[in-house]
């Protein structure tokens, strides 16, 4: 957690890096962070991404399809470039950063919070698992916080938006363990914001004073 608030305040905020050299750093250190906690934990990433996948599937999509028409509707569309640097940017801040995105506050937490829980007598019974879901939607909106304020400009009401949005994309991940659905869910969300909002102040930041 601290980690996702010092990444954005060290490299965005602070060192003020270019928005796409950034996004490397910043996914190097989202895949870094957990393929190590799945090591140290014997957490087969196979098997993680394997569970109930067709269901995380679907979820994804219906969820990313949804984040796309609310990205569309917030904000007034600013235009985007054409040609290879459109495609440039679908791939690499659509894709790459929304997978990085979904997998930090939702999927990894999430996960984190459910194979723990996995340990104790809560995962035997429904209203246990209940309750491990509202912590690890808990622990979901933390992260979602940690992260955003990170940002100068989340430091404000803006913060709001992201942790309503955080409920939603969290979904498909709380309900089939599988972080797949909502790395997908993510990626709807910036794949619109890069087609209609590329230059907004509420999707894909680092948002320069």
Known sequence: MAG???VPLILADQLELQRDVYYGLYVTAVVGLFVAWARDTDQPLREMF?????????LGIAVALVSAFIAVRAEEGS???????????????GVVYGAADGLLISGFPILVV????RETRLWGAVRGRAALGALALAAS???????????????????????????????????TANPLGS???????????????????????????
Request: aromatic share 12%.
């Open 4 to 6: 996702s608030f010092l």
């Open 50 to 58: 394997a569970r109930r996948w067709p269901l995380a599937l679907g």
């Open 79 to 93: 235009g985007h470039p054409g040609g290879l640097e459109f495609i440039a940017a679908i791939g690499w801040r």
């Open 114 to 117: 459910f194979a723990a829980g």
């Open 141 to 175: 909106l933390a992260f979602t916080a940690t992260y955003h304020l990170g940002y100068a400009d989340f430091r404000s009401a803006k913060l709001r938006r992201p942790l309503t949005g955080d409920v939603v994309w969290s979904t498909p991940t709380l309900l």
């Open 183 to 209: 790395v997908i869910a993510h990626c709807g969300l910036h794949l619109a914001a890069v087609w209609r909002s590329p230059d907004s102040d509420v999707f894909l930041p680092p948002h320069r004073r």
